[in-house]
């Protein structure tokens, strides 16, 4: 499939786009709008990258850094302190709490959520006091673990370097100091004095290292109430639902064009049937009148186009042989073969050729009424014997065009059209006209078309793209071989390529008002009454075709 036919596809089923698109809006929008609303409270806290050294040279952990944050982040979160949350706001169950670590950075965010926006300010609040209050405890038990020992030792050794000086001074005091024992005690205190001093020198360093690790935990931002909720996040759930509808409002238009079995291009019809397309009679911008068509009208030119095609004007008829007897089906009711089928006549008798029309729709006759003749004797009398040809044939106001109307319908119709009066009707039309046309019903609603249909030289088949089904045409093309007739082509009516067509009224309309407000005659080449027929013919029509 080429580009431009899944444009075309999405064309034709712009409107399941449009409504599957519409309708997941729709609920998303209703879905949004019963959700409860949220509300979340943010508040910021700074937490200190971790030191490590010494007092003299101190060293950044990152890492440890990282692991403190996410300490936190999961303590913020477990239990016992969203219990202690709940209990300090006098709330029978803790609010949601998130706490999320900001990448490349010390802080650390908190953030709630709640129905009620200053609750959830509040807790947020509340939350990081819990865990500024958690790092001082746990600060606290850590520097009483690592100091309680060193103190003990040192106040040990701080009482025995005491015990130590006394009795080395009292030993000095003595009446009969006794030198060896001066010695011993003078080696006891430089040893006890080492002692304490090193406990002390470990005992400060300790302290001061404790010190540069208790975690520095602050508040830089304070959460605020917020103003508008958080969630339902309605611009999230219509940007999706709208995806969602999209997409599948794609699939099922694509869904849908497998499932249907119309065609809509000239490529699917050639390409089925084989058959040339004959004719394109454009669209108008309204619905059409069913009757002949306007002067100088983009259809009227379509049909002109046809007519060369099936009746080689006199220049050609050397080269080219004419049918002269033809038939004009349909392949659905309201293509427009009746319509095709007076336009058809009058160009072919334009062109020169001695032409008459035959309506053989009895059921839905048309003819009579588009060249306004009456319809009370014709086609059924005639081959019924109760009037000759002279009072079943009519002129029309052109020149070489006659119409031999339906006549009232009978049920015996489908058989007189199989008699030898009708093959006799056709053999003398045939010897006082070069072309005659039967406009027969639609070839599938009634048996007439296949009998007409083994009478002429060739079967003109109408119809409309996007209205006519593979399933039909194959039918139609099966019951045509079926009695060894081919079809001359196709004709496209109400052709989607309008743009291909020109319509000269709007020319004609100028014209003629140039001539009105000029008062000097007609344009050249134009007769006054040619200019005035031209100004009220070249108007638009209503209507739907026959």
């Given at each position: ?242 995806l969602l509808g999209l997409v599948g ?271 000097t005659g007609s344009p050249r080449g134009v007769s006054p009454q ?17």
């Open positions: 499939m080429e580009l431009s036919a899944y444009f075309q596809v999405l064309k034709r089923r712009r409107l399941v786009i449009l409504v599957t698109l519409a309708v997941a809006l729709t609920v998303a929008l209703l879905i949004s709008t019963r959700l409860p609303a949220v509300y979340r409270a943010t508040a910021t806290l700074r937490m200190l990258t971790a030191v490590s050294g010494s007092a003299d040279y101190l060293q950044y952990d990152v890492r440890y850094a990282e692991r403190l944050m996410n300490t936190y982040a999961n303590l913020a979160t477990s239990q016992p302190v969203l219990d202690e949350l709940a209990r300090a706001l006098n709330l029978t169950e803790p609010p949601k709490a998130t706490v999320t670590m900001v990448t490349n950075t010390e802080l650390l965010q908190v953030t709630v959520e709640d129905r009620d926006p200053a609750l959830a300010r509040d807790a947020a609040n509340k939350l990081c006091e819990i865990l500024i209050s958690e790092a001082k405890a746990r600060y606290e038990e850590l520097r009483k673990v690592s100091l309680d020992t060193l103190s003990v030792e040192l106040s040990q050794s701080q009482v025995e370097l005491d015990q130590t000086r006394q009795d080395y001074e009292a030993a000095l005091s003595a009446d009969f100091p006794d030198a060896e024992q001066i010695q011993v005690l003078r080696d006891l205190l430089t040893l006890r004095e080492g002692r304490y001093t090193t406990l002390l020198a470990q005992y400060e360093r300790v302290r001061a290292l404790v010190e540069l690790q208790a975690p520095s935990i602050t508040v830089v931002e304070a959460a605020r109430t917020p103003e508008a909720p958080s969630q339902p996040q309605r611009p999230l759930i219509l940007g999706l639902a709208a409002g794609l699939g099922l238009a694509f869904l849908l064009e497998a499932l249907d079995t119309r065609i809509y291009s000239r490529a699917q019809l050639v390409s089925m049937t084989g058959l040339p397309i004959l004719g394109e009679i454009p669209a108008a911008s309204g619905r059409r009148q069913p009757g002949l068509f306007r002067e100088l009208s983009a259809e009227q030119e379509a049909v002109h186009r046809l007519s060369v095609n099936l009746f080689p004007p006199e220049s050609m008829r050397e080269r080219r042989s004419v049918r002269q007897v033809l038939m004009v089906t349909s392949a659905a009711p309201g293509d427009g073969k009746s319509t095709l089928t007076a336009n058809l006549g009058l160009a072919a008798a334009r062109l020169g050729y001695r032409t008459v029309l035959i309506d053989a729709d009895a059921r839905k006759p048309a003819l009579h009424h588009f060249f306004g003749v009456p319809n009370d004797g014709g086609l059924s009398d005639l081959l019924a014997s109760e009037i000759g040809l002279e009072e079943a044939i009519f002129e029309t106001k052109q020149a070489r065009l006659h119409v031999i109307p339906s006549g009232p319908w009978t049920s015996d119709f489908f058989a007189l059209l199989g008699s030898a009066a009708m093959v006799e009707l056709r053999d003398t039309l045939a010897q006082s006209y070069d072309v005659i046309l039967i406009d027969s019903p639609t070839f599938l609603a009634a048996a007439d078309g296949a009998i007409l249909a083994s009478l002429v030289d060739g079967v003109l088949l109408v119809l409309r793209l996007g209205r006519v089904r593979r399933e039909t045409m194959a039918t139609i093309l099966d019951q045509l071989a079926h009695l060894s007739v081919q079809p001359v082509g196709l004709v496209l009516n109400h052709s989607p390529n309008g743009g291909t067509h020109f319509d000269y009224r709007p020319v004609a309309r100028a014209r003629a008002r140039d001539t009105r407000r000029s008062g040619g200019a005035a027929w031209a100004a009220s013919e070249a108007v638009g029509e209503d209507g739907a075709d026959v």
